[in-house]
């Protein structure tokens, strides 16, 4: 990965908005750039090593995180702590955010899990390699190449469980999504959007070109985390053959 200015984070470039009466979206920039995944990634930790009272969750995505709360407890402990003025949950964790941004240190290194994933590229498990070939007017063999020794940033987790929104994708075997989706991609589908690159990780509608298939699970639902891939891990693919393919799908019992 790039190497990351020194300065992070300015608080001036934050900003706080509230979602429904148990949530802020904090947005970090407009962006989908390291830099930005970078301030959100630090304050997502910051906040899980240190939550406050009250604290549920974070969730990232590529420019904001959501912080989510319960109103109650906040309700509660602001009760006992001022008896006579009355300030609204929003307000109460909106002052908590700001204050533990200003405290976040600037100079914090991430570091980043790197997870490895085989793929069977092309034919059937690949539908559409060849039209990402023919679309960079490349080969099958060059698109292969080019996708499998790339390093993948995992923004976000979303749209489906354990769908990882994966950047980094070379500008060479970039593509558009398909303008008619399917209806079933099954899971395991790798697939190509624009500049991202992604794992489909259960039977799902998708518009994306799927270029080949991995064995691996991706949704755990009997696993916590549910979800193999988290955001700010690192994503490798290398390729397998079809018996290779074959061959572990029987040992993982698919």
Not at 4 to 22: A, H, Q, W, Y
Request: include cysteine; aromatic fraction near 10%; proline fraction near 8%.
């Amino acid at each position: 990965m790039s190497s990351m200015p020194e300065k992070l984070l300015n608080k001036t470039t934050c900003v706080l908005s509230p979602l429904g009466d148990s949530a802020i979206v904090i947005t970090f920039g407009n962006e989908m750039k390291y830099g930005i995944h970078k301030k959100i990634k630090m304050f997502m930790d910051l906040l899980e090593d240190e939550p406050f009272a009250g604290f549920i969750e974070c969730v990232p995505a590529f420019t904001n995180l959501t912080v989510f709360y319960d109103p109650l407890v906040i309700y509660k402990n602001q009760k006992q702590s001022n008896e006579t003025e009355t300030i609204s949950p929003y307000e109460v964790v909106r002052s908590i955010l700001e204050t533990k941004l200003e405290d976040l240190k600037e100079d914090k290194k991430l570091t980043h899990r790197t997870v490895s994933i085989p793929v069977c590229y092309g034919n059937e498990y690949g539908p559409d390699l060849e039209y990402v070939a023919r679309y960079n007017n490349l080969t099958t063999d060059e698109v292969v190449h080019i996708h499998s020794n790339g390093e993948y940033l995992a923004y976000m987790i979303g749209f489906a469980p354990g769908f990882p929104f994966l950047g980094g994708l070379s500008e060479k075997i970039s593509a558009p999504r398909r303008s008619s989706p399917r209806m079933t991609i099954p899971a395991g589908a790798v697939g190509i959007a624009g500049m991202q690159t992604g794992v489909y990780p259960i039977s799902t509608p998708g518009g994306w070109q799927l270029i080949g298939q991995t064995p691996t699970k991706l949704f755990l639902p009997n696993v916590d985390p549910p979800s193999l891939l988290q955001a700010g891990d690192i994503v490798k693919f290398h390729p397998i053959s079809t018996q290779e393919y074959k061959e572990m799908i029987l040992k993982e019992g698919v």
